[in-house]
């Protein structure tokens, strides 16, 4: 072998050691959350950890806390821009203020995946989310079947210019419109910002206000209704005389659902979160790419990969009830 060879055969390997190198290079996804106290949004950093690509280090995380702040978010966008993300998922705080994050995502050119709630704009890559009327509309509907729609209801309201707290009210208004006209009255209408701390006082409050009026809470995230649940407590009331509905099947909630203290509305963080990394990575990998999560297979019928090219995707609701209680807080295990 002469000098000229063996400098072509080093150069070659050289060459295909650094392809290999390129390729083994793992996806950067940049995940801006709205906040990281809540129980949910524990469940789906969680699912992102457990996601096979992130298990195998194929994909790179970096989980940013927004603190519920969609300015912070903005910023944090921003700063995953800056250092290359390959792909930025937003679980945003805001309906309007975060679509400065899509675009911002557009013009570098970086793919960018809505989850849990949504955005008022059509030009993400996609979205990965529940339909938060319907969530609205059947936690309304199971508090309003237990009052036998007659009576008075609070409604605990999410963080105002929210996407959950736009959409599930717009929910809870229609199950309310479809009792008899006059048979329903909703005596109060506030937001606690999903935190049960901040429930627990307005429905202390309430209580006071309205002595012996008030028959049904809606709350528009389980963490509200157990705030509820526990004012109702304090003041030494039986829960069980309230219907109570909240959304987001937190394991509070399930055990509560479990005590007959009230009805939950599971909202899968799991699946929204798994499916939004799948979706992040075939928009990074184009065509070739297969979907790892096994909610694809979970929801088989209900919610199709169709390529991974779908503008929307839309996770199930499921019914939290003394039957699946158990099932669902083993999983969590």
């Given at each position: 072998m002469n000098k000229m060879t063996k400098i072509a055969l080093l150069t070659s390997s050289l060459f295909f050691a650094n392809s290999v190198v390129a390729q083994a290079a793992p996806v950067k996804i940049a995940v801006l959350m709205y906040g990281m106290k809540a129980e949910f949004v524990q469940l789906m950093e969680k699912a992102a950890k457990e996601h096979p690509a992130v298990k195998s280090g194929d994909v790179q995380?970096?989980?940013?806390d927004g603190r519920y702040?969609?300015?912070?978010?903005?910023?944090?966008?921003?700063?995953?821009?800056?250092?290359?993300?390959?792909?930025?998922?937003?679980?945003?705080?805001?309906?309007?203020?975060?679509?400065?994050?899509?675009?911002?995502?557009?013009?570098?050119?970086?793919?960018?995946?809505?989850?849990?709630?949504?955005?008022?704009?059509?030009?993400?890559?996609?979205?990965?989310?529940?339909?938060?009327?319907?969530?609205?509309?059947?936690?309304?509907?199971?508090?309003l079947k237990k009052m036998n729609c007659k009576g008075n209801v609070v409604i605990i309201e999410g963080p105002k210019g929210?996407?959950?707290?736009?959409?599930?009210?717009?929910?809870?208004?229609?199950?309310?419109?479809?009792?008899?006209?006059g048979n329903i009255k909703?005596?109060?209408?506030?937001?606690?910002?999903?935190?049960?701390?901040?429930?627990?006082?307005?429905?202390?409050?309430?209580?006071?206000?309205?002595?012996?009026?008030?028959?049904?809470?809606?709350?528009?995230?389980?963490?509200?209704?157990?705030?509820?649940?526990?004012?109702?407590?304090?003041a030494n009331l039986n829960v069980k005389d309230f219907a109570i509905?909240?959304?987001?099947?937190?394991?509070?909630?399930?055990?509560?659902v479990q005590a007959g203290?009230?009805?939950s509305i599971l909202q899968d963080a799991h699946a929204q979160m798994q499916g939004s990394i799948d979706v992040a990575l075939h928009a990074v990998k184009g065509d070739s790419y297969q979907p790892q999560s096994d909610i694809w297979k979970q929801?088989?019928?209900?919610?199709?990969?169709?390529?991974?090219?779908?503008?929307?995707?839309?996770?199930?609701?499921?019914?939290?009830?003394?039957?699946?209680?158990?099932?669902?807080?083993?999983?969590r295990k």
């Open positions: 995380l970096t989980m940013y702040d969609p300015m912070v978010q903005n910023n944090q966008a921003e700063t995953a821009i800056q250092t290359h993300a390959d792909a930025i998922i937003i679980n945003p705080m805001d309906y309007e203020a975060n679509i400065d994050v899509v675009t911002m995502a557009n013009e570098a050119k970086i793919p960018v995946i809505v989850t849990n709630a949504r955005l008022n704009t059509y030009k993400m890559t996609s979205e990965v989310v529940s339909d938060d009327v319907l969530g609205g509309y059947l936690e309304a509907k199971s508090v929210g996407s959950g707290e736009i959409q599930r009210g717009h929910g809870n208004d229609k199950a309310i419109a479809e009792c008899v006209a909703v005596l109060e209408r506030k937001t606690a910002n999903w935190s049960r701390a901040e429930a627990l006082p307005l429905m202390e409050n309430w209580l006071q206000k309205h002595k012996g009026q008030i028959n049904g809470v809606i709350a528009q995230n389980d963490e509200m209704a157990l705030g509820a649940i526990e004012a109702i407590k304090s509905a909240g959304v987001d099947g937190v394991s509070d909630a399930i055990r509560a203290e009230m009805v929801y088989a019928g209900q919610m199709n990969w169709d390529g991974g090219e779908a503008k929307r995707y839309s996770v199930p609701w499921t019914e939290v009830t003394p039957q699946n209680a158990a099932q669902l807080l083993d999983a």
